[in-house]
């Protein structure tokens, strides 16, 4: 099945400053979506983009599907951006199942 | 409704009890999928189901675990003679049809005792 990569695995932040999340993937995919998992553990749905470049305020999305990745840009970071990322991906010729990283640990300090 | 509701929330069983856990998804979404998430994990696909059909079962664990959906709606996962290692919050997703965007309920955490 296809393989999803995130990096860094865990990333600490002051408040204010930039940072940008990264998903590969190993095979053509027809969706790409990136969630926030926040403390609560409810999955907040960020962005869908299984190609091209999304903006929604401080966050921002890239995903070049010929070369396999996505990035996630977060600037100006906030307290409330702590939480886990997960990119998740669905290969063309297995649609339905999405396929989750093991997402990046992102915690905001005052 | 507005959302993918599951219920209960959370759910405390005994060691080799069944349970059923449900899902009603967001209203006129015809895909449906099971997801599995351990303590500190990763999210495990389970189940996919396209209308009331389940073409993608491929991460069912075993065959103690069971999933239906009818009527193209509400869909109920059945775990039998539940383990500890089952523990585990089980998410239910959406979406309009199969590789469209999904949406998640709050989850379902159960814990076998």
């Known amino acids: 099945g296809i393989q999803v990569e995130q990096s860094p695995p865990d990333l600490i932040l002051q408040e204010g400053a930039n940072s940008t999340l990264r998903c590969n993937f190993s095979?053509?995919?027809?969706?790409l979506q990136w969630f926030h998992q926040n403390p609560w553990g409810q999955l907040i749905n960020l962005f869908y983009?299984?190609?091209g470049t999304k903006q929604n305020g401080r966050l921002s999305a890239t995903t070049v599907a010929t070369e396999r990745y996505s990035l996630l840009y977060i600037s100006s970071s906030q307290t409330t951006d702590s939480g886990v990322y997960f990119c998740?991906?669905?290969?063309?010729?297995?649609?339905?199942?999405?396929?989750f990283g093991a997402g990046t640990q992102v915690v905001v300090t005052p | 409704g507005a959302g993918v509701s599951q219920s209960p929330s959370n759910k405390v069983t005994e060691k080799g009890k069944d349970v059923e856990l449900r899902c009603d998804p967001i209203s006129g979404h015809t895909a449906l999928y099971w997801y599995r998430q351990s303590l500190g994990q990763g999210l495990e696909f389970l189940i996919y189901f396209q209308g009331n059909s389940a073409p993608d079962k491929s991460g069912l664990p075993s065959d103690r675990f069971s999933a239906e959906r009818t009527g193209g709606s509400v869909s109920t996962l059945t775990i039998q003679r539940t383990q500890q290692e089952d523990s585990a919050v089980y998410l239910c997703?959406?979406?309009?049809?199969?590789?469209?965007?999904?949406?998640f309920g709050q989850g379902t955490r159960l814990t076998v005792v």
């Open positions: 983009i299984p190609s």
């Open positions: 997703a959406s979406s309009d049809r199969g590789g469209t965007e999904a949406f």
């Open positions: 998740a991906v669905a290969a063309t010729d297995s649609w339905g199942k999405l396929q």
């Open positions: 095979d053509s995919v027809n969706n």
